[in-house]
């Protein structure tokens, strides 16, 4: 094994550089969906929060992005070390939690993804070395620096904490989640209402404040183009179902029906 092993995930340093990276949350439950998507998408986040994808095929899912600069990750249904560690071990490179809205539940989740005794994660990745076709020896020594714990700031109430939250150590990246920000104060679905842009820009500020590297949702190019000059390195394009949706939709631009 060499001195130095090569890191597996390339993402951190993208971050790091400043780069911005583009990606999808996968909810379908499919092989080749992702197959298409890892050609064109610098990260896959694959959803076992909402969507009807078990472990198994989580796995499959998580295959089939080997041979493209695609990265793995997976978001579990809540902050629980017990959810983050099998997708882990089959492959996955980062873990995204949900609801994290106080410095306690971020410490847990940075907690979940790093092994002794930076971390509680058990040991047992069977099956994510051979994704990435290197040793188990090869895959332990970079285990801790690869994975990527992302933190999701999606209620109100983190967003008041926003300052102690983005100061726990170990925190790879933070997303900010619209959908449940607007629920959270009962704006469903409004994510154009004042209250939510208000605290969109406050948990923004806050997460630029901190140095962590900052994700969220773009839903135009101009968005996106508006975040990245915001400082943005982590950009949601969609859902599958959206971007198949979108797609769909182009393709009857200038059609007489």
Not at 90 to 114: C, D, H, Q, T
Not at 143 to 160: F, G, P, S, Y
Not at 203 to 228: D, H, K, T, W, Y
Request: charged share 20%; glycine share 8%; aromatic share 6%.
């Amino acid at each position: 094994m060499s001195a130095t092993p090569r890191p597996l995930n390339r993402l951190k340093q993208a971050w790091r550089d400043k780069r911005p990276t583009f990606g999808a949350i996968a909810t379908i439950p499919s092989i080749q969906t992702v197959r298409i998507m890892a050609q064109q998408l610098d990260w896959i986040i694959i959803d076992l929060e909402h969507g009807p994808i078990d472990l198994s095929t989580a796995h499959a899912m998580i295959t089939a992005t080997a041979g493209t600069p695609c990265v793995p990750l997976v978001r579990i249904a809540a902050n629980e070390p017990h959810l983050a560690k099998a997708p882990m071990d089959l492959g996955a490179l980062g873990i995204n939690f949900p609801m994290i809205s106080s410095r306690a539940e971020a410490e847990k989740a940075v907690r979940s993804v790093r092994y002794p005794p930076r971390g509680d994660r058990l040991w047992g990745p069977f099956h994510a070395p051979f994704h990435w076709n290197v040793s188990m020896a090869e895959y332990m020594a970079t285990a801790d620096d690869d994975m990527i714990c992302m933190v999701t700031i999606e209620h109100v109430e983190a967003v008041e904490r926003i300052d102690e939250i983005m100061a726990t150590p170990g925190i790879d990246i933070a997303v900010i989640g619209p959908g449940d920000l607007a629920t959270s104060i009962n704006r469903r679905g409004q994510l154009d209402d004042p209250q939510v842009k208000s605290l969109i820009a406050r948990a923004e500020a806050g997460i630029l404040r901190s140095g962590v590297p900052i994700g969220g949702a773009a839903r135009s190019a101009e968005q996106a183009n508006a975040m990245i000059e915001r400082g943005y390195v982590a950009l949601a394009l969609g859902f599958d179902w959206s971007l198949f949706q979108r797609g769909i939709a182009a393709s009857f631009e200038g059609i007489k029906r």
